[in-house]
């Protein structure tokens, strides 16, 4: 099986998730403890993350943690595939919290054989990456992205399949989308959305 490595920037990357820094930071370590559990029943996760909080449940949840270098999202993806032995990986964002263990598996089983399978946000952004090698990764994200991992499979002479998994499609980035999204998120999302005060989520 493959392993899979999740980067949490921590909640300074989710600025827009909403107004309070301690909401967003309980939003975003739920949504991160969601993702984590349906990551390690598919393999061997590495949590890339400058957050001891975050650090806390991801090794709680089964998952090994690697030191984020700094640098934003690709960087530390970068550095924790680059601890990887050769051999397929995924890389699955830590805001996609309807996220199951069958939708990771789904990913894997759509990719080509020896190429490159990813799952696009609306926005034209990249959720989850199913790689043949860790050394065929590039920091691409941003604005776009899955053109650009599209486009560099392609350099290397990959086969590519952007892949329709509305569980790993639907990512968070505002309170609204977690309210469109709430009956469906992980238990821990779920909870913590539950256990909010009111007026939060005004």
């Keep these: 099986m493959p392993r899979v490595v999740v980067p949490f ?3 300074e990357g989710k600025t827009r998730l909403h107004a309070s ?3 967003r930071r309980a939003l975003s370590l739920a949504m991160l403890g969601d993702v984590v559990a349906a990551c390690v029943a598919v393999g061997a996760t590495l949590v890339v993350t400058p957050d001891p909080d975050a650090a806390a449940i991801a090794r ?3 998952a090994d943690v690697a030191d984020d270098p700094g640098g934003g999202q690709g960087a530390a993806v970068q550095a924790a595939l680059a601890t990887l032995a050769p051999g397929p990986a995924l890389v699955v964002n830590a805001d996609v ?5 069958g939708d990771l598996l789904a990913l894997i089983a759509a990719t080509p054989t020896g190429g490159v399978g990813l799952v696009e946000a609306l926005d034209g952004t990249t959720n989850a990456l199913c790689l043949p090698q860790p ?3 590039a920091p691409l994200y941003g604005q776009e992205s899955a053109a650009r991992f599209r486009a ?3 350099e290397l002479g990959l086969d590519v399949a952007s892949v329709a998994i509305p569980n790993l499609a639907d990512d968070v980035d505002t309170l609204d989308d ?3 999204l709430r009956f469906r998120c992980g238990p821990r999302t779920r909870r913590c959305l539950a256990e909010l005060p009111v007026e939060a989520l005004r």
């Design 97 to 101: 919290p309807c996220v199951e263990t």
């Design 152 to 154: 560099r499979a392609a």
């Design 21 to 23: 820094r301690s909401v």
């Design 9 to 11: 920037a921590g909640v």
């Design 135 to 137: 050394g065929v990764f």
């Design 178 to 180: 977690l309210e469109r």
């Design 60 to 62: 709680d949840a089964g």
